[in-house]
């Protein structure tokens, strides 16, 4: 008398063995070469970045050098990693990193003179927005530029360092 095999076992007599049909699907490839996704995460890294840095300036009463690579760097690596190696994305973090870094020197004033004055950081950014672009004019020195290329030059070298 012979014994017949279950369909679900495999032949060789191995039971762990896998079955050819239960093979899973691949997952599916991570979102590449994506410009306008890679723009979009550049943008989102930048406004947090830049609340950061202007944190830190209001917390430091100081522009920190480093922090302004840092801010770069992050835009520069959300564009290269999430849009891929497209030509346009170093240009558009560098150029994002300028805005980014110019805009938490801004929010850093602020909270300095929100500080200073008693009220809310909001309202000295939404009342008195002309002050603080006029302050920050009057308190840019060389070295505030030098913190804006070194921030672009960061994000344009993260780029295309992450797309790589």
């Known amino acids: 008398m012979t014994q017949s095999v279950p369909p679900s076992q495999p032949t ?12 899973p699907p ?15 995460a550049a943008v989102v890294a930048a406004l947090v970045t830049a609340g950061i840095y202007g944190g830190i300036v209001g917390a430091t009463e100081y522009e920190i050098g480093y922090a302004a690579v840092g801010v770069g760097f992050v835009i520069g690596l ?14 558009v973090s560098a150029i994002l990193s300028l805005g980014a870094v110019y805009l ?13 004055l008693g009220v809310s950081l909001t309202t000295v950014l939404t009342d008195h927005f ?9 308190e840019a020195d060389a070295l505030t530029f030098v913190f804006l290329g070194i921030g672009a030059f960061a994000a344009f ?6 797309a790589a």
């Open 12 to 23: 060789d007599g191995n039971p762990f063995a896998q079955q050819p049909d239960a093979v």
């Open 26 to 40: 691949a997952p599916p490839a991570p979102a590449r070469n994506n410009i306008a996704l890679g723009i979009v």
């Open 78 to 91: 959300a564009a290269g990693k999430i849009g891929g190696a497209n030509p346009a994305l170093p240009v």
């Open 104 to 116: 938490g020197q801004l929010i850093g004033f602020a909270a300095i003179g929100a500080d200073e």
């Open 130 to 138: 002309d002050v603080v672009t006029k302050v920050w004019s009057e």
């Open 157 to 162: 070298s993260g780029a295309k360092k992450a």
